[in-house]
């Protein structure tokens, strides 16, 4: 099973700077990556796949780069409506299909 | 517009069993593969169950291989999870998840129902 984890567990960040978010696998993934938004009380939403594909909706401010085990999801500056937490997903090898434990970017 | 539809959330006892349902709408059911995927609370997300549009093959995560079944209804535009003998762990929000056509990464989520364990 490949095991994700993300870093920080919570980043604090003020309206309109960046945010630098890290997912790392055990294994490599290739680009087999995927990076979803949770609002409080709401479902997920795919946010990235391809690891640096954007899905339609979501503003040119999200990128997410990064393959093999490292990968990295940037906001160049954080709006309110983005303070969230942030899933990776790997879908290289699977089942099961596997999380990370999420980093929370909340107001500074 | 996709739409997925959960249901049959509720409070059950420690052993008890419980059918979550979710109504698929907005595209081709039977084209798709499903999820159900898991979230305590306050907690991460945690793949439970997967079932390719013919219904074959069938994937369930260790945590529930053996008490829990996934099925679907493509007539019904149907996703469900049958869930026995309930533990506490079990307690979470579940959510009906749809791959992507072409990957596998999850592109849609229905909204969740809760399920509680607890006696």
């Known amino acids: 099973e490949i095991v994700m984890t993300q870093s920080p567990a919570t980043l604090s960040v003020s309206p309109g700077e960046r945010a630098t978010l890290s997912c790392r696998a055990s294994q490599s993934v290739g680009t087999n990556l995927a990076w979803y938004q949770q609002k409080p009380g709401q479902a997920p939403r795919l946010l990235i796949y391809?690891?640096?594909t954007r899905v339609t909706g979501f503003p040119a401010r999200f990128s997410g780069s990064g393959s093999g085990t490292e990968f990295t999801l940037t906001i160049s500056s954080l709006q309110s409506e983005d303070f969230a937490v942030y899933y990776c997903q790997q879908y290289y090898n699977w089942p099961p299909f596997t999380f990370g434990p999420g980093t929370k970017v909340d107001i500074k | 517009e996709v739409q997925l539809v959960e249901s049959g959330g509720g409070l059950v006892q420690p052993g008890g069993s419980l059918r979550l349902s979710c109504a698929a709408s907005g595209f081709t059911f039977s084209s798709y593969s499903m999820n159900w995927v898991r979230q305590a609370p306050g907690k991460g997300l945690e793949w439970v169950s997967y079932i390719s549009g013919g219904r074959s093959p069938i994937y369930y995560a260790d945590s529930v291989k053996g008490r829990f079944t996934i099925s679907r209804d493509n007539a019904k535009n149907s996703l469900y999870l049958q869930m026995n003998s309930l533990r506490d762990e079990d307690t979470a929000v579940y959510y009906c998840?749809?791959?992507?056509?072409?990957?596998?990464?999850?592109?849609?989520w229905g909204q969740g129902t809760l399920v509680t364990v607890s006696s």
């Open positions: 391809g690891a640096s």
């Open positions: 998840a749809r791959k992507d056509y072409y990957y596998d990464f999850v592109d849609y």
